[in-house]
């Protein structure tokens, strides 16, 4: 079984403020982690990806996030918040081979506050 | 452009009426999905082909009937439409994952439905 928890539904920062997405997760076997962005009206596009080969991932438009084993977290940030940055965020878990499922997290609203 | 389209992007009916939703990929990729997104936002998986072979199928009304001619199409069909069919379906599509790794999805613009 898996799941992700995320923290915050809504989250708001001002323009050029750190973000920071919080991102649990609970797998039984070795995780796969994505971080998924949704605009309005838009389907989802991959921001960046975990799959074991470092645990810092950088991923576009400036967003990273780390992978905790110990604390079972990958929780996204970005070092100054742009307007463009508003949007859903989505984290999702699947694991390796086979028939993947990827269970995706509620999602968090970004606000960026000029 | 190479990506995951669908169609129509909007689709308005009437409860009792069906209707289908048309998704195409030009990516290569071997397995589609289809994914339900509620008023929430919250994103729960319905079924899944791996080269037109129905691989997830979730605990779906059988009023929702998914098709896949081939591994660049994947269709989804519904009969007498409910209120609570009412959400926004994005269709999306990857390489199927061999053991040792996992592949991204790529998502379609999504369809909104409304039942009136």
């Known amino acids: 079984a898996q799941s992700v928890t995320q923290l915050g539904s809504h989250v708001s920062v001002s323009e050029g403020a750190l973000v920071l997405l919080r991102c649990n997760y609970s797998s039984s076997v070795p995780p796969y982690l994505f971080w998924y962005v949704q605009y309005p009206n838009q389907g989802l596009q991959l921001l960046l990806k975990y799959t074991s080969a470092a645990t810092l991932v950088k991923g576009i438009n400036g967003f990273e996030a780390e992978f905790k084993k110990s604390e079972t977290s990958f929780h996204l940030t970005k070092p100054s918040a742009h307007m463009s940055d508003a949007a859903e965020y989505f984290c999702a878990v699947s694991h390796s081979g086979g028939y993947q499922k990827v269970t995706f997290g509620t999602g968090t609203k970004l606000q960026v506050i000029p | 452009d190479t990506a995951v389209s669908q169609t129509p992007k909007y689709l308005v009916t009437q409860m009792g009426n069906d209707k289908s939703i048309k998704c195409e990929q030009n990516l290569g990729h071997d397995t589609m999905y289809w994914y339900k997104q509620d008023s929430k936002k919250f994103l729960k998986i319905m079924f899944s082909?791996?080269?037109?072979?129905?691989?997830i199928n979730e605990t779906v009304p059988n009023r929702f009937s998914p098709k896949s001619p081939d591994k660049a199409h994947l269709n989804l069909h519904i009969n007498s439409l409910e209120l609570g069919d009412s959400a926004v379906y994005f269709c999306?599509?990857?390489?199927?994952?061999?053991?040792?790794?996992?592949?991204?999805?790529?998502f379609g613009p999504g369809t909104r439905l409304t039942v009136t």
């Open positions: 999306a599509s990857s390489l199927f994952a061999a053991s040792g790794k996992s592949y991204e999805q790529y």
């Open positions: 082909y791996n080269n037109k072979e129905l691989i």
